[in-house]
C-alpha cells in the first residue's frame, strides 16, 4: 500500500490508485496519513476540515467520512477508533512523507526529491488544515534539494546544479544556503565574475527585504572567491574530466589571458600574446612578462608597480594589483601602461559586469 501526500493525496494498491471520494473525505484521510500510527481526535479533523467554527453537524460528518475511508482501503489498512478520536494504521513505510523524512536524515536528497509529484497536498491546498503543513513539507523540499545539490558539487557536477540553483534562488531569495551554493557552483564553473554578482544580488536582496547583512558563510565564501582559495577547489578525485577541444586559432599580438610564473626566484606574473618574435631571458621585478603560450618563449615586459600580485583581464585591459604601493596597474590593447592608486594592499581582483574589484588583504574588504 502507497499513501501518497507530496502531489495531490493518493491512495495505491497493488493493482492501481483508488478512488477516495469528495475532497473534504481526501483530507480526512491526509490528516490521518501525516499522523499515522498516531490517534488524531475527532474534534481536530473538523477543525481541520471547517476552521475554528465547524457546523453543528462536523462531528458526525467526520464519522460519515471516516466509515467510508474504511470500506475503500478494505483491510489493506484499518482505521481504529481510539476514543473520540482515530488512528490510521498503515505497514511500516506505506506514508511518502514518512520516507521523505528518513531520506533526509540519510542525506540522500535526490532520492527524496524523487518521491515529489507536484505541490504537497494539492487537492485539499483550500482545506484549514493544509496551509500549516503545506509549510512544513516545503521547507523538507528545500531541505533535500540543498542536501542533492551538496552532493552534486562534492562529486564535480557543478555546471548541471547552476540552472536548477537559479530557479531555486528566484524562488527563495531570501535562503542564504541556496545563494551559497549558486556562487560556488559558478566559481568552479570559471565564471569568477558571475559568483561574485551572486554574491552582490543576495546582499541586495537581504538588505533590501529584512534589512540584514549576509550571514557568515556567505560573506565567507565571497572573501574566498576574491582570494581564489584553493579551499573552493575540487578534490583531485572529485575533478570532472575535461572535454577535449581542438588547439585554438593563432592570433598575433592579440593579449588573451593572464597567468603567475615564477622566475629565477623573482615574483613575477605574465601576460600572454601569441607569435611575437623576441625573446627575453627573463622578467625583472616590478614587471611582468608577455610568454609566447606555444614555447614559453617571454617577448616582452612590462613595468607596474611595486611587488605585482593578482593579476585579471577584462574591459579589453590586463590588471595587475601591487600590494607593497597600493596600487593597481591597467594595460590596455596599445600597451599603454597606466597605473591607478587604490590604498591599501590590494591582493586580489576580479572583473565582472564593466567593473573592477579590488580586495584589500589588509583591510579585508571590497572596493
Not at 562529486?155 to 540552472?163: E, K, L, S
Not at 531570501?174 to 565564471?191: F, K, S, V
Amino acid at each position: 500500500m502507497d499513501v501518497r501526500l507530496l502531489g495531490p493525496v493518493e491512495v495505491h494498491l497493488g493493482d492501481g490508485p483508488v478512488e477516495l471520494g469528495p475532497r473534504k473525505q481526501r483530507a480526512v484521510l491526509a490528516m490521518l496519513a501525516l499522523e499515522a500510527g498516531r490517534t488524531v481526535s475527532a474534534d481536530r479533523l473538523a477543525a481541520g476540515l471547517w476552521g475554528e467554527d465547524p457546523p453543528p453537524s462536523g462531528p458526525k460528518m467526520v464519522q460519515l467520512y471516516v466509515s467510508h475511508l474504511r470500506r475503500v482501503l478494505d483491510g489493506d489498512a484499518s482505521i481504529a477508533t481510539r476514543g473520540r478520536g482515530y488512528e490510521l494504521q498503515l505497514p511500516e513505510g506505506a506514508v511518502d512523507t514518512v520516507r521523505l523524512e528518513r531520506l533526509i536524515e540519510d542525506s540522500r536528497g535526490r532520492e527524496a526529491l524523487s518521491l515529489w509529484r507536484g505541490d504537497a497536498l494539492a487537492d485539499v491546498a483550500d482545506e484549514p488544515f493544509a496551509a500549516a503543513e503545506i509549510r512544513r513539507l516545503e521547507e523538507l523540499r528545500l531541505r533535500a534539494a540543498e542536501l542533492a545539490i551538496d552532493a552534486d558539487l562534492e562529486t564535480g557536477r557543478h555546471v548541471d546544479v547552476i540552472g536548477e540553483l537559479d530557479a531555486l534562488v528566484a524562488a527563495n531569495p531570501l535562503r542564504e544556503h541556496l545563494h551559497a551554493q549558486r556562487m560556488l557552483a559558478l566559481y568552479r564553473a570559471g565564471r569568477q565574475s558571475e559568483a561574485l554578482a551572486a554574491y552582490r544580488e543576495a546582499r541586495a536582496g537581504l538588505v533590501e527585504q529584512i534589512g540584514v547583512e549576509p550571514g557568515a558563510e556567505l560573506q565567507r565564501l565571497h572573501e574566498q572567491i576574491l582570494a581564489h582559495d584553493p579551499a573552493l577547489d575540487l578534490p583531485a578525485a572529485a575533478q570532472p574530466a575535461a572535454p577535449r577541444v581542438p588547439p585554438p586559432r593563432r592570433s598575433r599580438a592579440v593579449l588573451v589571458a593572464a597567468a603567475a610564473l615564477v622566475l629565477a626566484g623573482v615574483l613575477a606574473f605574465g601576460i600572454i600574446r601569441v607569435l611575437e618574435p623576441d625573446t627575453l631571458s627573463g622578467i625583472d621585478e616590478d614587471r611582468v612578462g608577455v610568454i609566447d603560450p606555444d614555447g614559453g618563449r617571454i617577448t616582452d615586459q612590462y613595468s607596474v608597480g611595486h611587488s605585482p600580485g593578482a593579476v585579471t583581464a577584462g574591459g579589453g585591459s590586463v590588471w595587475v594589483a601591487n600590494r607593497l604601493d597600493g596600487t593597481v596597474s591597467r594595460i590596455d590593447r596599445d600597451r599603454q601602461v597606466n597605473t591607478i592608486p587604490v590604498g591599501g594592499a590590494p591582493a586580489a581582483l576580479a572583473f565582472g559586469a564593466g567593473s573592477l574589484w579590488v580586495a584589500d588583504g589588509d583591510l579585508r574588504v571590497v572596493a
